[in-house]
């Protein structure tokens, strides 16, 4: 079983260097752009499902990539609660305690009126178990927080969250082989 994960392409967020797990953004011009552009990576593929974030972002790329699929909320971008809209200059000085926990335990924080990492690694890994029964190639169109949040759950270990950087509208691949799950390609031009 194949999953090919794409990351939606620039949003108004992303520019203004806030965290905007859940406000609803739209692309920039240029995320528009780049995202017809890489309609051409995923032109010639055949998959057995399509699965979309129900965000505006992730719903934009999808249809500039010429593709349809089912909203699946596990999908979803992490919810930041108080810290959504705010960059990390803004957190320290608002809400210094609570950047302070976060900091110390950033897999298992719950940000307040948020979630914590942890629940964004169990509800991705719960997505590709049930998935990895079902297909045999899909396509995930979603965010950077759950795209590493899939490559995590390979090792089964959510505290390498930062050891991976997704780039936009690039393919990262997971392959689950007979119960054996291995990366096969990040921030790829080509699915394999």
Known sequence: MDIVFIRHGEAEGNTRGVYHGRLDL???????????????LIKTADFDGIYISPLKRTRET??????????DERLLERNFGVFENLSYRE???????EAEEWERDFV????P???????????????????SQEKDKILVVTHDGVIR?????????????????????K?????????????????????Y
Do not use: H, W
């Not at 957190?91 to 305690?97: A, E, H, Q």
């Not at 009126?113 to 998935?131: A, P, Y």
């Open 62 to 71: 999808a249809k500039f990539l010429g593709v349809k699929g089912e909203i």
């Open 26 to 40: 739209s692309l920039t011009l240029e995320g528009k752009k780049a995202a017809l552009k890489a309609a051409e």
């Open 171 to 191: 393919l990262t691949q997971i392959t689950i082989d007979e119960g054996y799950s291995y990366i096969k390609a990040i921030n790829s031009v080509e699915i």
């Open 108 to 111: 298992n924080y719950k940000i």
């Open 91 to 97: 957190i320290l000085k608002n809400y210094p305690k």
């Open 149 to 169: 949040c899939a490559l995590t759950s390979i090792f089964n270990a959510p505290e390498q969250f930062f050891k991976f950087k997704i780039d936009y509208l």
């Open 113 to 131: 009126k948020g979630e914590s990492l942890k629940e964004v690694f169990e509800r991705t890994k719960e997505f590709i178990e049930e998935k």
